[in-house]
Nanobody, 121 residues
């Protein structure tokens, strides 16, 4: 079983910055793609950014140039540096990771509990 623990959310003024962290722990053979999703009230959960174990990245158009995703494979941790925050970035941010508990088990996707990010205008 893989557990994802997020930290770093909070309240910030527009134009400010926040850094989210998500650490994967538990019985894990390998962690693959890790990413961040967000869900605003009344909206569907959407991809913000993701990164492969090899360092490849993918961003939502709405955050390109403002957010940076990175990871520390040795610590099974993914980060999201969010700069130039806008009120429309307000949402619950969820960490997601693909993990294999054993080499012979299938890769499953796990979710964190979510962390609130609120950007005031």
């Amino acid at each position: 079983q893989v557990q994802l623990v997020e930290s770093g959310g909070g309240l910030v003024q527009a134009g400010g910055s926040l850094r989210l962290s998500c650490a994967a722990s538990g019985s894990v053979f390998r962690i693959g793609t890790m990413g961040w999703y967000r869900q605003a009230p009344g909206k569907q959960r959407e991809l913000v950014a993701k990164t492969t174990s090899g360092g490849g990245t993918n961003y939502a158009d709405s955050v390109k140039g403002r957010f940076t995703i990175s990871r520390d494979n040795a610590k099974n941790t993914v980060y999201l540096q969010m700069n130039s925050l806008k009120p429309e970035d307000t949402a619950v941010y969820y960490c997601n990771a693909a993990g294999k508990v054993y080499s012979y088990t299938p890769e499953l996707y796990y979710w964190g509990q979510g962390t609130q990010v609120t950007v005031s205008s």
